[in-house]
């Protein structure tokens, strides 16, 4: 049995974050349990989670960048005694590549986990300053020098194969505890029914795109829109339900959806999403109705285990079926969840993170 020791180096706090806690995290037992030791050392504490994508708080943002770098100076100084070290995303979420550079010198193996287009710039609404401070060389650096890079997406991997010098990349999905999210829906109309989207404030803008969608939507069916996130959100010309996300409520919460959203704007960026939300939801054995673009099509086959939609009309169609028809939510219900079961759930993905710990 192997006796190797890892060392995760992340941005966000153990089990508050979507892309790490239903990515590599929800591993950490399988890596102990086959003989690894795990040490994660998180960029950002909890107190600087909780005001990062908030309005104002400059400086408790400030002091939380400070905290967050003397974190990964202490990080050079136990790096060198571990086999692995595992870096989500960045090392640090700005600057130039100098500490990305000691990382991997210090790095005896170095595995990069990638989500999203990165090398794509964007920003958040709230945060428009730090599109100036971002670098994506530090991106970049990380894709080309690590032993081994794990992606987000099908395309995002044929991108990164071409710039990592050892061309060892690997697809590996999002994926959710199949028992744990678990379906409940009855697939009923006897009371109103619930089109839920979940996120944070980062992927807001996908559902501010489909304002006018469901103001139409509104005017043909009655429905309620659930909001589960890390923000406030309004909308006064719908039903809306917005419950702030918790982990002791998310399958709870989840559970009282009928119809999943994932709505996408066309852009580089979301070429290198995972598609989480639509496997979420369909692991809920929810009909689930997203954008005809990325990882989307690999997850959904229309009218099979989901709805795919290209345009505002064809979303108000396809929630209008949906609302009407239980029977239609059933049958695409059940043949989500079989594909979640099947392709996206733990017992399955777990294998290919340990192939690749293993290998390295």
């Known amino acids: 049995m192997s006796s190797k020791k890892i060392y995760v180096i992340c941005p966000f706090p153990k089990g508050v974050a979507a892309g790490q806690r239903l990515k590599y995290e929800q591993y950490f037992d399988q890596w102990v349990e086959n003989g690894f030791q795990v040490k994660v050392s998180s960029y950002m504490s909890m107190f600087m989670w909780k005001v990062a994508y908030s309005k104002g708080n400059y400086f408790l943002k400030i002091l939380g960048i400070f905290i967050g770098h003397i974190r990964r100076i202490r990080d050079l100084f136990f790096i060198h005694n571990y086999d692995i ?10 600057g130039t590549t100098f500490f990305e550079r000691l990382i991997r010198i210090f790095s005896k193996k170095l595995i990069y986990d990638i989500e999203d287009n990165v090398l794509t710039t964007r920003s958040s609404e709230l945060n428009r300053i730090t599109k100036l401070l971002k670098n994506q060389k530090k991106n970049k650096f990380l894709i080309e020098s690590a032993d081994h890079v ?13 710039i990592n010098k050892n061309k060892q990349c690997t697809y590996i999905s999002s994926s959710v ?11 009923q109309n006897n009371t109103k029914i619930v089109i839920g989207w979940t996120g944070t404030f980062s992927s807001k803008k996908y559902l501010d795109s489909l304002r006018s969608v469901l103001i139409e939507l509104n005017k043909k069916c009655d429905f309620k829109l659930r909001v589960i996130g890390n923000f406030e959100y309004s909308f006064p010309e719908i039903d809306l339900e917005v ?37 979420q939801y369909m692991s809920f054995g929810l009909p689930t109705v997203a954008t005809n673009i990325g990882t989307s099509l690999d ?22 079926e949906l609302i009407q028809n239980p029977l239609l939510r059933e049958r695409l219900g059940k043949q989500a969840r079989k594909t979640v079961v099947d392709n996206y759930s733990t017992s399955v993905i777990g294998e290919k993170y340990l192939s690749i710990i293993n290998k390295i």
Do not use: R
């Open 85 to 94: 070290v595992y870096v989500f995303m960045w090392v640090t979420p700005f």
């Open 150 to 162: 794990i992606t987000s997406s099908p395309v995002l991997n044929n991108h990164c194969v071409e």
């Open 177 to 187: 505890n199949t028992s744990t999210f678990s379906p409940s829906n009855l697939y």
């Open 243 to 279: 419950i702030q996300w918790s982990i002791k409520n998310e399958v709870k919460d989840m559970q009282g959806i009928d119809i999943g959203i994932y709505p996408l704007v066309k852009d580089q960026w979301v070429l290198g999403k995972s598609g989480l939300k639509a496997i």
């Open 299 to 320: 997850i959904i086959q229309h009218l099979k285990n989901g709805w795919l939609v290209s345009n505002n009309s064809e979303w108000v169609e396809a929630l209008t």
